[in-house]
């Protein structure tokens, strides 16, 4: 098996982290001559939120407050991982990254960097009504209140759609997935997009 580069995209709610970690799953049992690195943005934050550093204390104004950090915070953190865990022969899974496209720029830098060549995406594709029934069902029922979805979405499309685009632009193969059905269901999907079989 050839190691894959998949960048994970979603709205609140879309199942993302869930997908990510089944798809890791899934290529450790099925490729162990590979290992699989998954850079967890959401972690790598709040990790380095609490490093006390000016940056980090700055970096957690931001996100206490609302805010969109500057896109160089993520992508120093991924630099930091990659740097560290990552040769270019492992399974790569990208979560939380690609947020903007000068980010979606600098990752597909990166990648070419490491000379990998099988670039991809997959988008799961959500309504508002089941992306706000599963966030109640997991009892974030703040992230789930209108305003707070409106805005999610508004911020999603404003940044994130175009971010997906810019990885279209730069030569990646975006694969859009119907996030709608149970899990094992959507899994399957993923893996049949990404050219996966068992």
């Known amino acids: ?7 994970f995209f979603g709205i609140s709610g879309s199942g993302k982290g869930t997908q990510c970690v089944l798809l890791e ?53 991924l630099t930091g991982v990659l740097n560290e865990s990552f040769d270019g022969t492992q399974h790569l899974i990208l979560d939380g990254t690609c947020r903007r496209p000068d980010q979606s720029r600098a990752v597909d830098e990166m990648m070419r960097l490491w000379k990998r060549e099988n670039l991809q995406a997959i988008v799961l594709t959500l309504s508002r009504e089941s992306a706000k029934k599963r966030l109640i069902a997991r009892g974030r029922v703040d992230d789930a209140k209108d305003e707070a979805l409106a805005s999610r979405f508004a911020w999603y499309e404003e940044h ?18 119907d996030g709608e059905p149970e899990v094992e269901t959507v899994q399957k999907e993923i893996r049949k997009a990404l050219g996966l079989t068992q």
Do not use: C
């Open 160 to 177: 994130v759609v175009p971010s997906i685009e810019e990885l279209r632009t730069l030569g990646w193969t975006i694969h859009e997935v």
């Open 1 to 7: 098996m050839q190691p894959i580069t998949v960048a």
């Open 25 to 77: 799953k899934f290529l450790q049992e099925n490729d162990a001559s590979r290992a699989v690195v998954r850079p967890e943005m959401g972690d790598l934050l709040r990790t380095f939120m609490q490093s006390g550093t000016s940056l980090a204390k700055a970096t957690g104004e931001i996100v206490n407050s609302g805010g969109l950090v500057p896109s160089f915070i993520p992508i120093y953190m």
